[in-house]
């Protein structure tokens, strides 16, 4: 695959796939920023996500998966009542905290996490939010999968809110018994 890509335009899809899920219907394009060949014809390669799709047929399976895809576009949010940069800059509050507080519990300076949004409009932002769940594939693809920014930076606020709560109470444990996080 990877001879291919560097013969074409360094772009492919990337689906999310396990053993109790199976692979989803929606991923997104993986394009190739950089590569380096390895000595045993192996790649080191580093990847941008771009736009989302929807499978909408198998081409083929071998010997890797070609599909004909539905591109996705999120869909204008909510009525019009609620405020999407107003929200974007929430959850962007909600990870500074978190940073803040994953930062402490880990014995690192508490220092301020800084422009998170780098001036993203909601949308982008809601994706690099999500990008950031690294260890919750799952849930990153439930955000992959919605169309909605609104709905999305809903249920990122959510998921760092719970973050926050495990974080405050683990912070807590470890104030009143200091000696048992720096014993392991």
Known sequence: MM?????????????????????????????????????DDRFFIICKGQERFRVSKVVRTKPYLVAE???LEDRPSGNGEEDLEGLANEVEGHMKDVIRLSNRLNGKP??????????????????????????APREQQALLELEDTMVRLKREKETLRNTLNYLSAASAVKDVFPSSSSSS
Not at 16 to 31: F, P, S
Not at 111 to 134: H, I, M, Q, W, Y
């Open 110 to 135: 508490e220092k301020d996490a800084g422009d998170l949004r780098r001036n993203l409009f909601p949308t982008p932002f809601s994706f690099f939010v999500g990008s950031t769940f690294e260890g």
């Open 3 to 39: 001879h291919t890509l560097l013969e074409t335009d360094l772009r492919f899809g990337v689906i999310y796939t396990d053993a109790t899920t199976g692979t989803a219907d929606v991923g997104c394009v993986g394009e190739v920023v950089k590569h380096e060949r390895l000595a």
């Open 69 to 71: 895809v539905v591109w």
